[in-house]
């Protein structure tokens, strides 16, 4: 208590100094504590112990041919039957189911115009060294950022639909990054 504010009536360090050495011999008697010392002695805990048995037994197994059936019967992941989608795929589907409705490029070439998108930006200089193995997170954005403006101004002239959109459209840029920061993430 000294330690948190500094004692300057008398009678508050002398009340402390008595509760300090008499709250130790204070018995206090928990309702709780009589069933946990009745189940505790109820339950003979030496017999749950290992013991050995035998000596020198050998376990026997059957010679025959068996087939052990799994533990669990219902195991997760693929399952035939189930479809198995590329993460890839998902994420350029639905990019494009939410941005490029009325677009004149057929799937497979918004698939090759994403996946160029993520191949120069992993081929950027900086994208190693200040995106891929850069540990804070705030530095990794801004480089980020940077890396993807100087990608989408190179490839303006390919893809000038493309380019007015990441300019001129807030929503569609952060759309953009984000699909893209997702395929990065996934090694794409």
Same mark, same amino acid.
Request: aromatic share 4%; net charge negative.
């Given at each position: 208590m000294a330690s948190i504010m500094p004692f300057e009536v008398l009678d508050w360090e002398k009340l402390f100094w008595f509760l300090k050495f008499l709250v130790p !011999?204070? !018995? %206090?008697?928990?309702?709780? $504590? *009589?069933? +946990?010392? /009745? +189940?505790?002695?109820?339950? *003979?805990?030496?017999?749950?112990?290992? @013991?050995?048995? !035998?000596?020198?037994? &050998? %376990?026997? +197994? *059957? &010679?025959? /041919? &068996? #087939?052990? #059936?799994? $533990?669990?019967?219902?195991?997760?992941?693929?399952?035939? @039957? *189930?479809? $198995?989608?590329?993460? +890839?795929?998902?994420i350029i589907r639905s990019f494009n189911d939410r941005w490029f409705q009325g677009w004149s490029a057929t799937p497979e070439e918004q698939r090759v115009k994403f996946l160029n998108i993520v191949e120069s930006v992993q081929a950027h200089p900086d994208y190693e060294e200040k995106f891929s193995e850069n540990p804070d997170p705030f530095s990794r954005e801004l480089a980020f950022e940077k890396i993807m403006k100087e990608v989408m101004l190179k490839r303006r002239k390919e893809e000038l639909e493309l380019y007015k959109l990441h300019s001129q459209d807030q929503a569609f840029k952060s759309s953009l990054y984000q699909s893209i920061k997702e395929a990065l993430a996934r090694g794409i």
């Open positions: !011999k204070l !018995k %206090i008697r928990d309702p709780n $504590q *009589d069933a +946990l010392n /009745e +189940l505790l002695e109820s339950v *003979d805990l030496s017999s749950y112990g290992l @013991g050995r048995t !035998k000596l020198g037994h &050998a %376990i026997e +197994l *059957d &010679a025959s /041919e &068996a #087939e052990l #059936e799994p $533990q669990n019967p219902n195991p997760r992941g693929y399952r035939e @039957g *189930d479809p $198995q989608e590329d993460p +890839l795929e998902e």
